[in-house]
């Protein structure tokens, strides 16, 4: 029974070392930024993951471990390490102050407030009854909906009742995407920033007060390879294609001197490299920080989930509302947000 005991003992410290070896490697891998290879970004998503794994790790290693010499020392340090790095990274958005301040509903001016949702439907998933019944239920005044094809615009076509001004563009690659609104709209654009497959919607949103912003739906193609549709390595073998058409919007929003709001699925993580420079670039600041990290992909997991759906705002807008909707049958999530336009 004892040797029994030893040998299971034994089995499990080897383990936590292998398994902690890897977590540092992918942590320090993970800091590499300036090698445009996917395998290198996909550590960038699962960083609360991480974080987690590596405490676990830390936890066992100091059960388990029965002599500490410089090896054993040296795999402690870097598991502290481990956890160091991605708590930085994860940090700002669960104890930092709010990048977008807040305002009360008993403060606000209901003509300047505007309502969006949005979401990733998914283009395989045929729950549209679910996502009808979120709407109903959120009362959005905007509506974003991505990865529409011709069977998806079919089915919420009746949104038209409610939402009069709207812009379509259905594609079978997973990239279609539609907008549907109860605020008029004008100076209205599809663009193709970085791909010819990839549409983008910039148009003007008109509020009942006068006053008029910018809103610009985005989702940029996914960081990893794909057989089946776009994906990050480009047309001309670019492999940044998500950070170039990132790189256009926030140009458009820097030249823009309206309030503008930046929405849709990024296919990133707000803590990477490319969301933070596009942030910069455009002078916007990204509403989770300091409310929390709201994971959004993957729906149907229960354990390895991160925010890939944003929401950018310039200066002069304030958050009356934000929160994650109710899935629906999409890997991801919906996203609502509730602003006041100053």
């Known amino acids: 029974m004892h040797n029994t005991r030893n040998k299971f003992r034994t089995i499990a410290y080897y383990c936590v070392v292998v398994v902690s070896c890897i977590l540092i490697l992918a942590s320090l891998l993970s800091l590499v930024y300036n090698i445009p290879k996917w395998y290198l970004k996909a550590l960038d998503f699962p960083r609360l993951q991480q974080f987690v794994a590596s405490i676990l790790m830390l936890l066992l290693f100091i059960i388990l471990n029965r002599k500490w010499k410089l090896p054993s020392i040296a795999l402690v340090i870097g598991l502290l390490a481990s956890i160091f790095i991605h708590f930085s990274f994860i940090s700002t958005y669960l104890l930092g102050e709010k990048a977008v301040p807040s305002i ?18 998914l283009i395989t998933n045929k729950n549209s009854s679910k996502f009808l019944e979120i709407i109903s239920d959120t009362n959005p005044d905007l509506i974003l909906v991505m990865e529409v094809d011709s069977w998806w615009i079919k089915e919420l076509e009746s949104l038209k009742k409610g939402y009069p001004y709207f812009i379509e563009h259905p594609l079978d690659n997973a990239y279609g995407m539609a907008l549907y609104s109860k605020l008029p709209l004008s100076e209205t654009e599809i663009q193709f920033l970085n791909h010819s497959k990839v549409p983008s919607f910039n148009t003007l949103i008109n509020l009942p007060s006068g006053k008029t ?65 596009f942030g910069q670039n455009g002078n916007l600041k990204d509403v989770r920080i300091g409310r929390g990290l709201f994971n959004t992909f993957d729906a149907q997991s229960m354990i390895m989930r991160w925010p890939l759906d944003h929401f950018f705002v310039s200066e002069g807008i304030s958050v009356v509302e934000f ?18 336009i100053k």
Do not use: C
Not at 104 to 121: C, D, M, R
């Open 213 to 277: 912003f910018k809103f610009h739906g985005v989702h940029p193609v996914a960081p990893f390879p794909s057989d089946k549709y776009p994906e990050n390595i480009g047309e001309n073998g670019n492999d940044q294609q998500k950070e170039v058409a990132l790189e256009k919007v926030g140009m458009l929003v820097s030249k823009n001197k309206r309030p503008s709001i930046v929405a849709g699925d990024f296919n990133d993580v707000s803590w990477s490299n490319t969301s933070r420079l």
């Open 323 to 340: 929160k994650r909707l109710p899935k629906f049958g999409s890997d991801h999530f919906p996203l609502f947000a509730k602003f006041e």
């Open 104 to 121: 009360e509903e008993s403060e606000l001016n209901p003509n300047n407030t505007v309502g969006i949702l949005i979401s990733n439907v």
